[in-house]
């Protein structure tokens, strides 16, 4: 089944421009990583071969690695995603040096739980978001990404371009428009 990251990017927009973004903004990142992780129970192989559980966890807390046949329940995938979810977005905060906006950090933190910090620490990506995080050449730069084991995947190009939408997708200050 095709999903389709245009609902979600147009859904998050008008939540954004209406208000509803305070209420939205800790499910906007969990929204755009079940959209391309699901949530399966019972442990799969991803398009790169590595046994993944859960949202997207190919470890348990204790640093095992999820195996064939493990399975898991609704809610300990769910406190896994959120513990994972934590260090990554503390990993993302360390290498960034720029202050970024809630969407940048959340897109951010979509590809660096999809491809991992190592990939990230020595990407043109970082390069490009410390030295400028409005530049246009990072929407390149998120879609040098979307291969996997060699080849190119509809699902990697999907994903990237949702996170490239949510990266550049501008959110409101509520208060310089209290003035107006």
Do not use: H
Request: net charge positive; with cysteine; charged share 30%.
């Amino acid at each position: 089944m095709k999903k389709s990251t245009g609902l979600f990017i147009v859904f998050m927009s008008v939540a954004f421009n209406t208000g509803l973004s305070e209420s939205l903004e800790k499910d906007n990142l969990r929204s755009l990583i079940e959209e391309f992780e699901g949530i399966k129970l019972r442990a799969y192989r991803c398009p790169k071969g590595i046994p993944t559980i859960g949202i997207g966890s190919t470890r348990y807390e204790d640093g095992e690695k999820v195996k064939l046949g493990d399975e898991i329940s609704l809610e300990d995938a769910e406190a896994l995603y959120e513990r994972e979810i934590d260090k990554v977005r503390k990993e993302v905060d360390q290498l960034v040096v720029p202050d970024l906006n809630r969407n940048q950090e959340d897109a951010l933190v979509s590809f660096v739980y999809n491809v991992g910090i190592t990939a990230f620490k020595s990407s043109t990506l970082l390069e490009k978001v410390n030295r400028d995080p409005y530049s246009n050449s990072i929407k390149r730069e998120f879609m040098k990404w979307t291969a996997s084991g060699g080849r190119k995947l509809k699902g990697l190009v999907r994903r990237r371009k949702a996170e490239v939408d949510l990266y550049f997708l501008k959110t409101l200050n509520y208060a310089d428009s209290s003035n107006s």
